[in-house]
């Protein structure tokens, strides 16, 4: 079944009475370059369970089911259900887990889903819950090797920029802590049905294993970086000091460490300089 053909799915769309939900942030692929293409640098091949999340129709789940040993996939819509018994029946390989992804168990749905293999993540994210779902799956340290998302292409160019310059933000340092992200390649909004009104990108976040800060300088880390940038045109010791109650005196003295200026915003800081900072900040 060629679930990227418009008449194909309006015809199936409209035999199950579907109509898109905005709330949802619904937008479903139809151009057939797209998922082959998501599946191949997804990391979608032998030895590998893919969780998914959202499925549209199936249009990705497909390509993932083609290529991996196993697919999961966690989708809120249960209107979609009749339709991916449909359009998935040639898969015995995959598994629709009707649930919210930001508030199912992750962690137990890989356990019991991909004993013996190793994981990675593909998604056609709705806009509205990109960050949210990155930073989910990246901050519950889950056994995933890599994350392959569509996003926004605006999102991705902030997912993707370079820590300590003016396109990050907080969410980039928070995918550079745990990871190392890329720009795979653009999607054009025409690739989508309905079709928004921005273009897409496809990028990949490879999952570092290794644990750089402990929990407790972790916490303290992830409040200096999430204050400092909700007030990225304040100095790093105003902030810290209106936001945290942090004395500048003690903001000045960490900088002043790492031979930085008392007016430096925390945009300028590069990724080792931040968890410098936060350390002498807690000396």
């Avoid at 990246?138 to 090797?145: A, D, F, K, N, Q």
Wanted: net charge neutral; aromatic share 6%; hydrophobic share 40%.
């Amino acid at each position: 079944m060629n679930l990227t053909n418009i008449g194909n799915v309006k015809e199936i769309l409209g035999r199950h009475g579907f109509s898109f939900s905005k709330g949802l942030g619904q937008n479903f692929i139809i151009n057939p370059d797209i998922c082959p293409r998501i599946a191949e640098n997804g990391n979608a091949r032998e030895g590998y369970g893919i969780l998914e999340i959202g499925t549209g129709i199936g249009v990705l789940t497909a390509e993932l089911a083609k290529r991996a040993d196993k697919v999961t996939a966690v989708e809120i819509d249960t209107r979609l259900l009749p339709i991916l018994d449909e359009t998935l029946a040639e898969f015995d390989n995959v598994k629709i887990i009707n649930e919210d992804v930001m508030k199912c168990d992750l962690g137990r749905i890989i356990a019991e889903e991909f004993a013996g293999l190793k994981i990675a993540v593909c998604a056609n994210l709705p806009y509205y819950i990109t960050s949210p779902v990155i930073m989910l799956l990246l901050e519950s340290r889950l056994p995933i090797e890599s994350i392959t998302v569509m996003v926004q292409k605006e999102a991705s160019q902030r997912l993707c920029a370079k820590v300590g310059t003016r396109e990050s933000g907080a969410i980039t340092v928070g995918v550079n802590y745990f990871g190392t992200a890329k720009s795979l390649f653009n999607v054009s909004r025409g690739s989508f049905m309905p079709a928004p009104n921005v273009d897409s990108a496809v990028i990949r976040i490879d999952v570092n294993k290794e644990q750089r800060l402990s929990q407790e300088e972790e916490k303290f880390f992830f409040s200096v970086v999430k204050c400092g940038f909700s007030q990225r045109r304040k100095t790093v010791a105003n902030a810290l000091s209106s936001q945290m109650g942090i004395e500048k005196q003690r903001v000045y003295d960490a900088l002043k460490a790492l031979g930085l200026s008392e007016s430096a915003r925390i945009e300028q800081l590069d990724m080792e300089q931040l968890i410098a900072f936060t350390k002498a900040l807690r000396a």
